[in-house]
C-alpha cells in the first residue's frame, strides 16, 4: 500500500509518499510546497492542486492521510488554511483516492505516543521510525515534511494495513512478544 500524507498550509505545503508494502513502511518522496512567492491566494491554492495532482501521477497511491484545521486565534488564517486542505483533498478525490482526516492530536500520538509532542519530537520519532540517517537525509527534512510522513504513518498505524502495527502499551507488547523478555 502507498498512502500519501499530506500537511496543509497556504505558505507551506508539507508532503509525504510512504510504501508500507512488506514489513515497516519505507520512504518513497517527500518536500514542502513553497507558496510565499504567489501574491495571491487562489494562485496558491491553484499550485497545491496542480502539485498534489502531479505527486499523485507519479506515485499512484492507495489512500491519502491529511492533518486538519483545528484552532486558530485568527479566523482569516483559518479560512486560508482550510482552503488549502480543500485544493489538496480535491486534488485527491478527482484521481478516486481514498482521503482520511486527522487531528494534530491523533497525528502525534500515532507517532510519539503524546498528543500534545513538540514538532521537534514529532522530526526525531519519524526519522527513527523510518530509519532516516543524517548522511541519507539530503533534505535536511524540514518540519513541513516531517509533519506530513508523521500523518501519513499515523494513517498506516491507525489502519495497520500493512504498516507496523503499533501494540496498545508496552504491557500488551510483552505479552504478544514473551520470547524477546530476558530474566
Not at 486542505?85 to 507517532?111: C, D, F, G, H, S
Not at 515534511?145 to 499515523?154: I, K, N, Q, R, Y
Amino acid at each position: 500500500m502507498i498512502v500519501l500524507g499530506i500537511d496543509p498550509g497556504s505558505q507551506y505545503t508539507g508532503y509525504g509518499v510512504i510504501s508500507c508494502d512488506g514489513p515497516g513502511e519505507h520512504i518513497l518522496e517527500y518536500g514542502v510546497l513553497r507558496l510565499g512567492r504567489y501574491d495571491e491566494h487562489q494562485l496558491r491554492l491553484k499550485k497545491i492542486y496542480d502539485e498534489i495532482t502531479a505527486i499523485a501521477a507519479r506515485f499512484c497511491p492507495d489512500e491519502c492521510a491529511i492533518e486538519m484545521p483545528v484552532y486558530g486565534s485568527n479566523p482569516q488564517s483559518m479560512l486560508k488554511l482550510g482552503r488549502a486542505q480543500a485544493a489538496a483533498m480535491i486534488a485527491m478525490l478527482n484521481r478516486e483516492i481514498p482521503v482520511t482526516e486527522y487531528t494534530p492530536k491523533q497525528v502525534k500520538k500515532a507517532v510519539t505516543g503524546r498528543g500534545n509532542a513538540s514538532k521537534e519530537q514529532v522530526r526525531y520519532m519519524v526519522r527513527a521510525i523510518l530509519s532516516i540517517k543524517d548522511e541519507d537525509d539530503n533534505n535536511a527534512m524540514e518540519a513541513d515534511a516531517s509533519d506530513a510522513l508523521a500523518v501519513g504513518l499515523c494513517h498506516v498505524h491507525r489502519h495497520g494495513k500493512g504498516g507496523t502495527q503499533r501494540p496498545a502499551s508496552w504491557k500488551s507488547f510483552l505479552r504478544a512478544n514473551p520470547d524477546i523478555v530476558i530474566e
